[in-house]
């Protein structure tokens, strides 16, 4: 893979419309939950990014027959019980969805296999999914004793169990739904406060048995899962950047259309208005996920405090919310945001040390940071760490830097969306 490096300067102007590309986290579910289905399963608005295809790629090596085309993606599933033994290691890529929630999956099959991603998967904490997983009966281990990947799992018979997580981590959650699908009763997951709910609400629609209250998620053993027509909607983490765009660069305006408003994932939209930012929903619909318009324009935003239970609705786009924090008046505090630290890179200390780079008064702390908003920020040489998002989050703050912001690095942004930079150019133009 070539590493290029990207350039980006201030920008004079933000205006137009957009959409952006299918959820991440919709596009992982409606292949794996597709594959284990019986019958066709026909996804539109896929993720045509790094991470998703990984998950393809997984599945595939399983035996799964899926066609990939521009228009739809297409899953000729075999049912709870018809994935084969992979011929190699099965690779996930840079991405954490696909390790975690397969685990899950695997961790019940009648076969045994490994696997492993790149250098950032393999620095990221598995612990999480090994414990529960392995109070279900299942046999899986960390290959270097490290609690990281390549993990090695030898499928079998599985107990349900009501797991208590200590973090909100929606792939925990649905590592341990998915196995519960092969247990021998039902099994639950409780946290600390509610992440998001897709692997809920698409199990149910594939047709099994799934219940939700408060903070607890349950599934009842061997569904028949049925194949299903999904459309993926717009995803809110990719739209954020744009939004914090419009927000901050001034005279910006700007409609994000078909974007997943789920509740469990709009946080930033919560933030950005207590923030002062004008964001309009418009043409709200309801189609399972719900998804709506976005209608945004430039503002004055002040500093505010985000904690709680609101943290895992935004916690993918808290670096690009930190950019909104170095723009806005006053000072903003967030905290119950540690697991920032175990993402793609550890998104506390990479943030501090760029943003303050960029002449921005931040502060990183334990389970956050603090930031002191309204100093000028000025463009430098920023490493992504192997992370999109912290990509992304710069090109973004490139838009209101005086100077050169430089992205090296800068193709990481395929992990979640291609033609990002495209997308940048072609409003600021
Ligand atoms: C995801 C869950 C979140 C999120 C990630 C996608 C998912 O991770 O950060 O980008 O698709 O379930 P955690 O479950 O680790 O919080």
Do not use: W
């Given at each position: 893979m070539s590493h290029?490096?990207?350039?980006?300067?201030?920008?004079?102007?933000?205006?137009?419309?957009?959409?952006?590309?299918?959820?991440?986290?919709?596009?992982?579910r409606a292949v794996?939950?597709?594959?284990?289905?019986?019958?066709?399963?026909?996804?539109?608005?896929?993720?045509?990014?790094?991470?998703c295809l990984s998950t393809i790629d997984c599945f595939r090596k399983m035996g799964i027959e899926i066609e990939n085309t521009p228009?739809?993606?297409?899953?000729?599933?075999?049912?709870?019980?018809?994935?084969?033994a992979p011929s190699s290691i099965l690779d996930t890529g840079n991405s954490g969805t696909t390790t975690r929630l397969i685990s899950g999956i695997l961790a019940a099959q009648p076969f045994e296999t490994t696997l492993t991603g790149d250098a950032s998967i393999q620095k990221r904490p598995m612990r999480r999914?090994?414990?529960?997983?392995?109070?279900?009966g299942a046999d899986i281990a960390s290959v270097?004793?490290?609690?990281?990947?390549?993990?090695?799992?030898?499928g079998g018979k599985l107990h349900g169990i009501h797991y208590h997580s200590k973090i909100a981590s929606a792939q925990v959650k649905s590592a341990i739904l998915l196995a519960g699908l092969y247990a021998d009763g039902t099994t639950g997951v409780t946290e600390p406060a509610l992440s998001r709910n897709h692997t809920e609400i698409m199990l149910r629609c594939f047709g099994a048995d799934v219940t939700s209250e408060g903070l607890t998620a349950s599934v009842r053993p061997n569904p028949t899962l049925r194949g299903q027509k999904i459309v993926v909607p717009g995803d809110i983490s990719s739209a954020a950047f744009f939004i914090a765009a419009a927000l901050i660069v001034p005279g910006a305006e700007l409609l994000i259309r078909d974007v997943g408003i789920n509740p469990t994932r709009?946080?930033?939209?919560?933030?950005a208005k207590a923030m002062g930012g004008d964001i309009t929903c418009l043409h709200v619909r309801n189609d399972g996920e719900p998804t709506a318009d976005l209608l945004v324009r430039h503002s004055a935003l002040h500093g505010v405090t985000i904690e709680g239970g609101i943290i895992p609705t935004l916690i993918d786009e808290l670096p690009v919310i930190?950019?909104?924090?170095?723009?806005?008046?006053?000072?903003?505090?967030?905290?119950?945001?540690?697991?920032?630290?175990?993402?793609?890179s550890n998104r506390i200390d990479v943030m501090a040390e760029y943003l303050r780079a960029m002449g921005c008064d931040i502060t990183p702390t334990p389970d956050g940071m603090i930031i002191a908003g309204g100093r000028p920020l000025h463009g430098t040489l920023i490493d992504p760490h192997m992370d999109h998002r912290i990509a992304m989050t710069f090109a973004?703050?490139?838009?209101?830097?005086?100077?050169?912001?430089?992205?090296?690095?800068?193709?990481?942004?395929?992990?979640?969306?291609p033609h990002f930079y495209e997308e940048l150019a072609r409003l600021t133009r």
């Open positions: 290029s490096t990207i350039s980006l300067n201030k920008a004079a102007r933000l205006r137009g419309e957009m959409t952006v590309p299918g959820d991440k986290s919709i596009s992982h794996m939950f597709g594959s284990l289905a019986e019958g066709t399963t026909e996804i539109t608005n896929f993720l045509q990014g790094a991470d228009e739809r993606i297409l899953i000729r599933g075999r049912g709870l019980h018809g994935l084969s999914i090994i414990e529960p997983l392995s109070m279900m270097n004793g490290n609690d990281c990947a390549p993990l090695h799992i030898a709009d946080g930033i939209l919560r933030v930190n950019i909104m924090a170095a723009c806005a008046e006053g000072t903003t505090v967030i905290r119950n945001a540690e697991d920032l630290r175990a993402k793609e973004i703050a490139a838009l209101v830097a005086e100077g050169r912001t430089e992205i090296a690095d800068g193709e990481i942004v395929n992990v979640s969306y």
